[in-house]
């Protein structure tokens, strides 16, 4: 038995902001007959993310490039379509890495059940998953803020600084977000309580706002996006306080080695902290945080944000509009069911 | 009754590489009528440290710019030539931070009575003073070192870099040094231990040459001085590594902003963690730090190491030679007795 399945490849390593013509959409004949212990996976929900830009491209890092000609993979959200295991039933919702197919087979222990009683599917993508265990190890490990603390988060309407934000608040400190347009601006206040907010794109003097909105000064800086939006932010941070990097989104699409003001002078004369992490650093501690963050989205001191693009061919355009800002919350594409 | 003495007060605040006419040498009248509590001081050893180019300028830091047409001041060891207070006598030797003089009267709490049984005045003011110090907490709290692993130490012939060196060797790890000289490169691998020694001045390609140095990587970077030296050894920083930001020499005396090649993106993709700090942030725990450095001075595990101008008139040439490296270990200017 086969059916036809489609598939995206990566096509070539793109210089500069990637476009479309770095995909290729496959056709491909998938034979059904499964294994023991194989499943076929009909996809539901495929997260894009920041860092799959580092990926694209071929330098070293600590995980390794996509393969060219090969499918690009990321957290993807799938149905159960028929099952050679005992652990799974057809129509079991799971999560797992996987090809950005829309049908796959792959080995049972790839993929792990997800539970919907209290969570959408999609939230196993974003605030349960790889976006919230960001925010909050991020914040909560590295950051370290105290009660009445001063709390500035760049990229703050995206998918892991809206939870970042109501953590913050969570924890008692005053957050404050900058966003790129007045839409996120005031979404960010309205909806997920940030204490105030800033438009980058329309401040001649970016670090001059950052003060009026933190008289205190800026005790922890959550940065998702780097560059010019952090020289500014930097430059109001107070002494033993903590820069949290966990994204660079303004530099993935560099073409030459980005260059600035040496920050080490600030880190030196502050006696600041700065320090990169991926999530799995803290995969030991993974349990707990879902349980914190189930806990706070039940009770409802946090929500999800997403912006939905509709249909599987999308899933470039969801991947390169991220760095042009084009969402609010965890970009996600969702298949047709 | 009074008595003629001489100090070095700050005429300007220098643009650049300080010289000579920043300073001032005056000749003053001192009353030696002493009030209750007062001691007359005939200072010894005095201390000259690459902070106090930070000082001079009068920008806004953690530690106060200098005062115009007032005496420079720093750590200086004194012999007490007149008392008015029971806690002290003619004749004892004491420690604090005073003006560049010749002779001056201070409150008695201002100071404190060191002891010569186990280790030589000038000690006080470097391996035993806020030089070990600096070295043992940077290296210890910031850099956390494991036996077996690989540390790199800039500025590795001066006052705190021979510490920090020794120190690592201490904890089992692998020292590498980067100098300025071919003659500080074999001191520090021959007098402290050093595994491994890179004359910065002569390497077209220093990042190569650390790599060789350090085939497993780095994986504690103790930085003395900033600037292309740090970007060189950057390159070669292993996953979850540490940076400590003790100095950044090769930038004190910037006129304009440094600029240099942005390192977040390395650091988030290395998982790196970067600190700077100022030994005050560890004061509570200084007791530990001496009895822990006495002991490895008494046990011979550490050498000082200074270099020592005679003659009270050389106070400001000995703080502008810091910033060409005319010293190895402390540098330290002797009056005479």
């Known amino acids: 038995m086969s059916i036809k399945a489609e598939r995206f490849v990566l096509l070539k390593r793109p210089t500069g902001v990637p476009d479309e013509s770095a995909f290729a959409l496959e056709q491909v004949t998938i034979f059904t007959e499964l294994k023991q212990n194989e499943l076929l996976l009909h996809g539901l929900y495929y997260s894009v993310d920041p860092y799959m830009r580092g990926r694209m491209s071929g330098a070293k890092s600590y995980v390794a490039p996509f393969a060219l000609n090969q499918p690009m993979e990321g957290s993807v959200i799938a149905r159960v ?22 049908e796959m087979v792959v080995k049972a222990e790839s993929v792990s059940k997800i539970d919907t009683t209290d969570a959408l599917a999609s939230e196993h993508l974003g605030i349960l998953g790889m976006t919230g265990l960001t925010a909050y190890f991020g914040l909560l490990k590295i950051g370290q803020p105290k009660a009445g603390e001063t709390v500035v988060i760049s990229g703050a309407a995206g998918a892991v600084g ?22 996120k601006s005031k979404l ?86 700065m320090q990169g992490f991926i999530v799995t650093n803290f995969q030991s501690q993974f349990p707990e945080a879902i349980a914190d963050l189930s806990k706070w989205l039940r009770d409802e001191k946090i929500e999800s944000s997403e912006t939905v693009l509709e249909g599987f061919e999308n899933l470039p355009k969801a991947l390169i509009g991220l760095f042009s800002g084009k969402n609010t919350g965890k970009m996600i594409v969702k298949a047709a069911a």
Chains 1, 2 share one sequence.
């Open 81 to 102: 379509a028929a099952s050679n295991s005992s652990a799974f039933r057809p129509g079991d919702l799971v999560l797992g890495q996987l090809a950005w197919a829309t």
């Open 162 to 183: 809206t939870v970042v934000g109501q953590i913050a608040k969570i924890k008692g400190c005053k957050a404050i977000g900058i966003v790129g347009s007045d839409e």
């Open 188 to 273: 960010i206040k309205d909806r997920f309580g940030f204490d105030a907010s800033i438009n980058y794109k329309t401040q001649k003097d970016l670090a001059s706002q950052i003060k009026l909105a933190c008289p205190d000064g800026v005790d922890v800086y959550y940065d998702n996006v780097g560059g010019d939006i952090s020289d500014a932010v930097m430059q109001n941070m107070n002494f033993k306080s903590r820069i949290v990097l966990c994204g660079q989104i303004s530099l993935y699409n560099a073409k030459e080695v980005p260059v600035g003001p040496r920050i080490q002078p600030l880190l030196l004369t502050r006696s600041i902290l």
